[in-house]
C-alpha cells in the first residue's frame, strides 16, 4: 500500500514549536568533538510527550549516532512506538538546510508514519520546513505484505 499521495499528518503549530524548541535544547547535548556540528532531534509521541536526542560522535566516525536516531531508539526502547512528528535542529547550517541523513531516513520510514512530518530548522531559519517521510524517502524499503 502506498501513502505518498496522502497528505501530512498536521501538528498544531504550537506543538512545532515545542518540538524545535526541545530539538535545540537537544543540541546541547550533542557530542560532536569531531565535526563541531552539533545537533538535536526532538520526536512528539501519540501521548503528547517529547523525546530529545542528540548526535553523538566517536574517535572511529562511522559509529557516530545522528540525533534523529538517538531519538528513536530512546524512545522504542522506553516502550514507545507511536510517534506523530520529528523535529531536528542544527546550531549551523543557516536556511533550514538540515535534513536527516540518508540511514535516518530508513530508521524514520520504519516508526513513522509515511505522512509524519519532519520539521527542520536552525539559528538563522525564520520559517522551518517541514516534509513528509514519505517525500524524504519515496519507495522506502519495507517488510509490510511479507
Ligand atoms: N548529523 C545528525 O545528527 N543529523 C543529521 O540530520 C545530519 C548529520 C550529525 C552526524 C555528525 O555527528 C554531524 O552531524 C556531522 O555530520
Same mark, same amino acid.
Not at 41 to 46: D, K, P, R, S, V
Not at 50 to 74: D, P, Q, Y
Not at 100 to 122: H, K, T, W, Y
Not at 137 to 146: N, R, V, Y
Given at each position: 500500500? /502506498?501513502? @505518498? @499521495? ?5 501538528? *498544531?503549530?504550537? %506543538?512545532a ?6 530539538? %535545540?535544547? $537537544? /543540541?546541547?547535548?550533542? &557530542? $560532536?568533538? &569531531? /565535526?563541531?556540528? =552539533? ?8 501521548d ?6 542528540? #548526535?553523538?560522535? @566517536?574517535?572511529?566516525?562511522? !559509529?557516530? !549516532? ?10 522504542? *526502547? /522506553?516502550? #514507545? ?6 523535529? +531536528?535542529?542544527?546550531?549551523?547550517? =543557516?536556511?533550514?538546510?538540515i535534513?536527516?541523513?540518508? $540511514?535516518?531516513? %530508513? +530508521?524514520?520510514?520504519?516508526?513513522? #508514519?509515511? #505522512? $509524519? ?7 538563522q ?5 517541514? +516534509?513528509?517521510i ?13
Open positions: 500500500m /502506498s501513502f @505518498n @499521495n496522502r497528505a501530512a499528518i498536521e501538528i *498544531s503549530p504550537s %506543538q514549536e515545542a518540538l524545535l524548541v526541545a530539538a %535545540q535544547e $537537544a /543540541s546541547q547535548y550533542a &557530542y $560532536a568533538p &569531531y /565535526s563541531d556540528f =552539533p545537533v538535536g532531534a526532538a520526536l512528539l509521541l501519540e503528547g510527550s517529547i523525546v530529545m536526542g542528540a #548526535n553523538i560522535e @566517536n574517535a572511529s566516525f562511522g !559509529l557516530t !549516532l545522528c540525533a534523529e536516531r538517538c531519538a528513536i531508539t530512546k524512545a522504542v *526502547s /522506553s516502550g #514507545n512506538r507511536h510517534f506523530i512528528a520529528l523535529a +531536528v535542529w542544527a546550531a549551523k547550517r =543557516p536556511n533550514g538546510a535534513t536527516p541523513c540518508g $540511514a535516518c531516513r %530508513q +530508521v524514520l520510514a520504519e516508526f513513522l #508514519n509515511p #505522512n $509524519a512530518c519532519i520539521i527542520m530548522s536552525d539559528a531559519s525564520a520559517t522551518p520546513r517541514t +516534509v513528509t514519505a517525500t524524504l524517502l519515496p519507495d522506502s524499503f519495507t517488510f509490510q505484505g511479507e
